[in-house]
């Protein structure tokens, strides 16, 4: 086959069209390690090897974009992926360039969590590691930055829960 041209679509994708009028969505990452621009004849060997590698990239690409807005599990991306309908091959790749690009990392993911979870609502500890483990995250790190937290803060987590229900009791009876 031939590449006849190659049109920029939004983002870093390109629409590629060969000489038979199949057209694909190709990365420029991919474009460029092949050279489709230089060497505009390709075999359907060849083809099969570009899509793969386009559909590994596209996965990633997804995920980080997932990412992008908020921090993310492991168990998010997997699922999130899955339901975008990419091969479990695909998606352990992704994963794996994630965290080795420190797009990934549980611990920084548990210490935000439980520092946003206890500064900004009424949430115990039980109801935090539970809310974790759903997210399929280690206990021991759970525990390790659970434990981080000092006793007086959840002393006057109860408290303030306690004022509101004696503000709102309506029996007059404390």
């Not at 570009?50 to 974009?65: G, M, V």
Request: net charge positive; proline share 1%.
């Amino acid at each position: 086959m031939e590449v006849k041209s190659c049109k920029k679509l939004k983002g870093n994708l390109y629409e590629v069209c060969f000489d038979n009028r199949e057209k694909y969505k190709l990365y420029d990452d991919i474009i460029l390690k092949h050279e489709l621009l230089i060497v505009k004849d390709i075999k359907n060997k060849t083809l099969e090897k570009i899509l793969n590698e386009n559909q590994l990239l596209d996965a990633y690409y997804r995920a980080l974009k997932y990412i992008n807005l908020k921090m993310r599990t492991e168990f998010e991306i997997f699922k999130y992926l899955e339901k975008c309908e990419f091969s479990k091959e695909h998606i352990d790749n992704a994963i794996k360039k994630l965290q080795k690009e420190g797009y990934l990392d549980e611990e920084k993911y548990v210490k935000a969590y439980v520092n946003d979870t206890v500064n900004l609502s009424s949430n115990g500890p039980k109801k935090i590691k539970d809310s974790l483990k759903k997210l399929r995250i280690n206990e021991d790190i759970i525990d390790k930055y659970l434990n981080d937290v000092e006793g007086d803060i959840w002393i006057s987590k109860i408290q303030k829960i306690l004022d509101k229900k004696a503000k709102v009791n309506k029996h007059g009876e404390k």
